[in-house]
């Protein structure tokens, strides 16, 4: 399977409209990256993936990444410095274990939308949405290979 058929066309929409409803609501920049295979830990994969994608590139390093390996089943989301200096070490963990109980029945869009929105909504309360904000990171999922 290729990696953009994990999600469909109808799918990607809908992740990259739930990212633009989430980040209506806080400062903080929200972004999904999909690939086939993750040849280290998922944590560290998603550090390079952050890194890659040039994440730290916001204002007030308040960037989240939302990584999934479709074929090696992994995925993490991690945040920014900006987000780790004001948030509990176990800030994401909620929001992964619904993503893997949705991700276990199959139901990947659905697991990958609403991850990102209780992301927005958890960042919105550390890093509200301000009237001067400007949209830092794309919204459009990235894919890897």
């Avoid at 086939?36 to 040039?54: E, G, I």
């Avoid at 987000?83 to 963990?93: A, E, S, T």
Wanted: with cysteine.
């Amino acid at each position: 399977m290729k990696v953009k058929e994990f999600i469909g066309k109808q799918g990607k929409l809908r992740i990259e409209q739930a990212i633009k409803e989430a980040e209506l609501d806080t400062s903080g920049e929200i972004r999904v990256h999909i690939e086939s295979k993750c040849p280290s830990d998922p944590l560290q994969r998603a550090v390079y993936v952050f890194n890659y994608l040039k994440m730290y590139n916001t204002a007030a390093r308040n960037g989240v990444l939302i990584y999934v390996a479709v074929e090696s089943r992994k995925f993490a989301i991690i945040g920014d410095a900006g987000i780790n200096k004001v948030v509990p070490d176990n800030f994401w963990n909620s929001i992964k274990d619904k993503m893997g109980e949705a991700f276990s029945q199959g139901r990947y869009v659905e697991g990958l939308a609403q991850a990102v929105k209780e992301a927005g909504e958890s960042l919105k309360q550390y890093f509200p949405y301000r009237t001067d904000d400007i949209n830092e990171q794309p919204d459009e999922i990235s894919f890897g290979e």
